[in-house]
């Protein structure tokens, strides 16, 4: 039997069940996905933007799906007393695939902000949902944005309307809990209308010791002049398998950050796809990994210059210790009448070990002729003779190390713009290298 | 304090050192002289554990100990400090940060407890009196951007920083203007006292007007082939080393 069967039989036989647990608008968009998913399959190395990161294999694992969106008994308050001190942020939870509806901390945002469950804003703002989603999530060419589509009863949504502006960010706390190996599809979809603002951080945790995937879907659209900033931090067990397909339209002169941090994960594949859609957009890029043990992280990108004068800026650094697998892949498209694109990608990367393996693929398609573009991308060691600089001065081995990969990676923390998560996210690092978070910050499974 | 015995090393497998004895006692100033190529950075980093280079065979002890048995931070802990012929530029991790860490790392060493931070950003002020290094300079990356002269100066505030025993200059004249040469100077002697000891390695006397050795020794394919008073230094400034090399019969 192949890997997709149980999946096909599993939809067809609890699709009434899927669909009387989500809403109108997503279940609209179901079937033709799933036609898809069928046609597709999920990608094996044997596909060229899947050759260091075999899905499929991930997908053998029976896990179950909570088809009837049963209650998961879980206080998330509790199991997260967190997280980033000082941040004062608007918090929501998202247990495996559904969005936490017991909000205790009633926060109080802007007029006519919309947020909460996407479930349950399909059903009362169907208009608004359905003119966005599905809309840029391409569930025709990527089989786990389509199995997602087919399978996502719920998630996370927010509406910013024109003008308004969220100060503090928001912060989106998806946790996996369950005493089964467990499977979740859920999906965000994230509406910036023109000249308004907001900041989202997503945190991606494990609770219970069994194995997990979440394949996520995430559509963002961004207004003109309007500006958004998305944080993801993923800190989860080993037995983790977590795919996340990020999806950013950007109007004219919208400006938009993307910053994804991997602390400690099992196997991971972010897609990040960002259309620059009116001229004069912006868009930031970035991300970083710190892996060990037999972690695997692959990071795949796709900015598309659709329009002229728009600007994209992409850094992405590694540093991996043991066997630990890297991959990233960097596509930047240049149309032909985007003249005036600026466009610059770095890829740095540090092995610790001969075990440890990057794999490196920036792609340039540039079809403008006036144009600013550069890629470059590095795997190397440790700088042998700042090493033993540091340690001339007294500096133990280790600690000297230490320095030295916090000094690698900081460029990518320093592009967090919100100085509390800044704070925090560089402290969280040097925890990581230091070997003091082998268990993430703030959750009960790690007290 | 520094007891060097027929000391051999190599790099790459191609020998550098080939039998090296020199004594040092606190409180004096040794300078190494000798043309270029002929060991003396490779001495200065088999003194401070670079592993880069291996020995082959004689000792070091200091203080009694067994250099050779020591790690590089180890080496530094116990007092011996480089100022690097080529210091290294390490972009991202701050000045501050890194004499932080060295300062506490040592103390532990020690037995004491980790300096408070207001103690030691006071030390950080007085120590970069000594060498007029610029404020700016303390805020940034160790050694980033920095001019070679600069990067000299660095050093040295480095060594105030650490207060080591045995101090080894490696060329800390070269790239500086005569402005820059006296600072450095008055650094380093300010830093000398009857207990401590310096290494000079220079190629040119103009420094030795300023740091005053006791002892010259001139260092000749990776053997000490001459030693003598200061006077030493002055005749090579007027000879040059062919002279040497004529009295070795080459
Ligand atoms: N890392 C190295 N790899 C190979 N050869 C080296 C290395 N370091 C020094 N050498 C060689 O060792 C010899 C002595 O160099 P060095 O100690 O730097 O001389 P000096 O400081 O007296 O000018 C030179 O021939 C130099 O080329
Ligand atoms: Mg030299």
Redesign the pocket.
């Given at each position: 039997m192949s890997i997709e069967q149980p999946y096909i039989d599993l939809y067809n036989k609890h699709k009434q069940a899927i669909n009387n647990n989500s809403s109108l608008v997503l279940n609209n968009a179901r079937d033709d996905a799933f036609a898809n998913f069928q046609r597709l399959g999920f990608p094996t190395a044997k596909e060229e933007e899947f050759l260091y990161t075999d899905l499929s294999k991930a997908f053998a694992t029976d896990y179950g799906l909570n088809i009837n969106a049963l209650k998961i008994p879980i206080n998330p308050y509790e199991v997260f007393r967190c997280g980033v001190p000082g941040i004062h942020s608007h918090l929501y939870f998202i247990v495996n695939d559904q969005f936490y509806s017991n909000l205790t901390q009633k926060s109080t945002l802007p007029q006519g902000v919309l947020i909460g469950s996407l479930k349950e804003f399909a059903k009362t703002h169907s208009d608004l949902v359905a003119n966005y989603y599905a809309k840029i999530a391409d569930t025709q060419h990527d089989a786990t944005v389509a199995f997602n589509t087919a399978f996502a009863a719920d998630g996370f949504f927010l509406y910013v309307p024109k003008g308004v502006k969220i100060e503090n960010p928001i912060q989106l706390i998806k946790v996996m809990r369950a005493d089964v190996d467990l499977m979740a599809n859920s999906r965000d979809l994230i509406i910036i209308e023109e000249g308004a603002q907001a900041n989202l951080l997503v945190c991606e945790h494990t609770i219970d010791k069994m194995n997990f995937l979440c394949n996520r879907v995430t559509e963002v659209f961004v207004g003109k002049n309007a500006s958004y900033e998305h944080y993801k931090l993923e800190n989860t067990h080993t037995k983790m398998t977590h795919i996340s397909s990020l999806f950013v339209h950007q109007e004219t002169a919208s400006n938009v950050l993307v910053n994804e941090v991997v602390l400690h994960n099992g196997l991971t594949r972010n897609n990040v796809t960002i259309l620059l859609n009116g001229e004069h957009a912006e868009t930031t890029l970035c991300g970083m990994v710190i892996g060990d043990k037999t972690q695997h992280i692959d990071n795949h990108t796709f900015i598309h210059h659709a329009k002229p004068n728009c600007k994209s800026r992409e850094l992405y650094k590694y540093v991996l210790d043991d066997s630990a697998r890297g991959a990233f892949s960097g596509k930047i498209l240049v149309a032909k009448d985007a003249q005036k694109t600026e466009a610059f990608q770095t890829n740095k990367n540090i092995c610790m070990t001969k075990e440890a393996r990057m794999n490196t693929k920036p792609q340039l398609e540039i079809y403008a002729d006036d144009v600013k573009c550069s890629h470059g991308a590095t795997v190397g060691q440790l700088d042998e003779n700042a090493l033993f600089y540091l340690r001339s001065r007294g500096i133990s081995e280790a600690e000297a190390r230490m320095l030295l990969m916090f000094a690698f990676v900081d460029d990518v923390i320093e592009k967090i713009n919100v100085p509390a998560l800044k704070d925090n996210i560089r402290l969280l690092v040097e925890k990581r290298f230091r070997g003091e978070l082998s268990k993430c910050e703030g959750c009960a499974s790690c007290k | 304090m520094l007891t060097i015995k027929n000391l051999h090393a190599n790099v790459n497998g191609k020998e550098i050192l080939k039998g090296i004895d020199l004594v040092v006692k606190p409180g004096e100033v040794h300078a190494i002289m000798g043309p270029?190529g002929s060991g003396?950075?490779?001495l200065?980093s088999v003194l401070t554990g670079n592993p880069a280079f291996e020995i082959t065979e004689g000792d070091i002890s200091f203080y009694g100990k067994n250099l050779l048995d020591l790690l590089p931070e180890d080496r530094a802990r116990e007092g011996v400090f480089l100022s690097f012929?080529y210091p290294v530029e390490i972009p991202g991790v701050s000045m501050v940060n890194f004499m932080r860490t060295a300062i506490n790392e040592q103390r532990k060493y020690k037995g004491l407890e980790p300096m408070s931070a207001s103690d030691f950003l006071k030390m950080m002020r007085e120590k970069k009196e000594y060498v007029e290094l610029d404020n700016k300079l303390a805020n940034r990356s160790v050694n980033e951007g920095f001019s070679g002269g600069e990067k000299k100066r660095n050093e040295i505030f480095q060594m105030a920083m650490l207060e080591p025993r045995l101090s080894i200059l490696?060329?800390t004249d070269s790239g500086l203007d005569i402005d820059a040469l006296r600072i450095v100077a008055t650094g380093v002697n300010k830093l000398k006292s009857s207990e401590n000891s310096t290494i000079v390695?220079t190629h040119y006397q103009r420094l030795l007007d300023y740091i005053v050795p006791d002892f010259v020794h001139v260092l000749y394919k990776g053997r000490i082939v001459k030693s003598a008073g200061k006077e030493l230094a002055y005749e090579l400034e007027e000879k040059g080393y062919d002279w040497i090399k004529k009295e070795l019969g080459e």
């Open positions: - | 270029n003396k950075s490779t200065a012929q490696d060329e390695i």
